[in-house]
């Protein structure tokens, strides 16, 4: 199981901190990532995480603002979600991924965290 947590009501150019604990498994030696799903829109990759934390993967949206990271000892990812944009709103999800590799697609993720949801206001 992937519990994530941190979601909430912010202003334009605050930040919130994600996080995702993993329950039940360990996801060591998983790539992990977060995804969003803003209303009316797919869900898509926000960013991603190898399982050594060496290599990750940001979408240009988020590039300079968001920053994940991981810790193996406590079967925990986070997301720091600075500058936040209203267009940032979303219900945010972390992912376990099949690959050990900081990947990016839906058809990769082995497991799905609940959702969280992030609102940014103007």
């Known amino acids: 199981q992937l519990q994530a947590s941190g979601g909430g009501l912010v202003q334009a150019g605050g930040s919130l901190r994600l996080s995702c604990a993993a329950s039940?498994?360990?996801?060591?030696?998983?790539?992990m990532g977060w995804f969003r799903q803003a209303p009316g829109k797919e869900r898509e990759i926000v960013t991603s995480?190898?399982?050594?934390?060496?290599?990750?993967y940001y979408a240009d949206s988020v590039k300079g603002r968001f920053t994940i990271s991981r810790d193996n000892v406590k079967n925990t990812i986070y997301l720091q979600m600075n500058s936040l944009k209203p267009e940032d709103t979303a219900v945010y999800y972390c992912a376990q991924f099949r690959s050990p590799l900081a990947a990016t697609a839906r058809e990769g993720v082995r497991y799905w965290g609940q959702g969280t949801l992030v609102t940014v206001s103007s």
């Open positions: 995480i190898n399982w050594r934390g060496g290599d990750t």
């Open positions: 039940g498994r360990t996801v060591s030696n998983n790539g």
